[in-house]
């Protein structure tokens, strides 16, 4: 049966949300395993989209990430969440590395139900798998790596932020050029996945440098 | 400069692009090591 949705029905963003929120909550986890940013003894093997990833089993991490997640969620729901970035730091916080997840939603929907979540779980699981390889195209970072997430957003959007980061305890402020900015960086692309119901491309800028 | 959401004009006419981090870090990696060395005496003694 053919259903056509728009953006504005009942819950399609929330629906859209809590997919990519899933998929970027393994794709975190799976960043930091293969970059070696925490020990590998915290990871454990699990199965999600049907293939084998590392996910964290320590509390405290798990914790923040979902924090992480949960304030982002409002702005992929309203489709203003432009670009989610897992950004990977040197001791002195300087980007060494940037996992860029560039994300669009088309504004009018034509699915088969049927279809639809294994066909968007079919392309979320070749990204996962980008990732998982990712280490063979990127250079070593330096030891004493740290990460954080970045969100592109517009001015106006992030009022829809502003309530959940209370209820959370998780507040937000505005990057400065510092943790943004990476000096001439060698791009790699990963993935592009184009679905009905989002579009997305993950590509990692690498500084030229990362000894520093 | 860094500045708290609040801060943005919400009746601002130019909806400018921002980049937004959380103020909260995750864990170290050394405190994780810990966690982790802990967890597996734990086991041990189990």
Same mark, same amino acid.
């Given at each position: ?9 009942? &819950? ?8 990519? $929120? ?5 794709? *975190? /986890?799976? *960043?930091? @395993?293969? !970059? ?12 999600? @989209? ?7 089993? /320590?509390?405290?991490?798990?914790? @923040?990430? #979902?924090?992480?997640? /949960? $304030? ?15 950004? *990977? ?12 997840? %560039? *994300? ?35 250079? &070593? &970072? ?17 009022? &829809?932020?502003?309530?959940? #980061? ?17 000096? %001439? ?28 | ?14 909806? #400018? ?6 103020? !909260? ?11 982790? #060395? ?5 086991? $041990?003694?189990?």
């Amino acid at each position: 049966m053919m259903t056509t949705l728009t953006r504005q029905d009942l &819950n399609f963003g929330q629906v859209v949300a809590d997919i990519l $929120c899933e998929f970027l909550e393994v794709a *975190i /986890h799976l *960043i930091l @395993y293969v !970059r070696e940013v925490y020990p590998s003894g915290i990871f454990q093997k699990r199965k999600k @989209y049907n293939v084998p990833v590392q996910m964290s089993c /320590h509390p405290e991490l798990n914790q @923040y990430i #979902q924090d992480t997640l /949960h $304030c982002v969620k409002p702005l992929i729901e309203k489709n203003e969440a432009e670009k989610v970035v897992v950004v *990977i730091m040197d001791k002195e916080h300087h980007p060494v590395e940037r996992f860029v997840f %560039e *994300i669009s939603q088309p504004p009018l929907l034509s699915i088969s139900s049927e279809t639809l979540l294994s066909h968007v779980e079919q392309l979320l699981r070749a990204v996962i798998l980008k990732i998982s390889v990712c280490d063979a195209v990127l250079e &070593n &970072n330096p030891p004493g790596c740290t990460f954080t997430v970045l969100v592109h957003t517009r001015e106006a959007a992030t009022r &829809n932020m502003e309530k959940v #980061q209370v209820i959370k305890d998780f507040p937000w402020i505005v990057a400065d050029e510092q943790e943004v900015h990476m000096t %001439e960086p060698r791009l790699i692309p990963l993935k592009t996945m184009t679905s009905d119901i989002v579009k997305m491309q993950l590509y990692v800028e690498e500084r030229a440098q990362k000894a520093s | 400069s860094v500045k708290d959401l609040a801060d943005l004009s919400p009746s601002s006419t130019r909806d #400018q692009k921002v980049v937004l981090l959380p103020c !909260r870090t995750p864990p170290s990696r050394e405190r994780v090591q810990l966690w982790l #060395q802990a967890k597996k005496q734990f086991e $041990c003694l189990q």
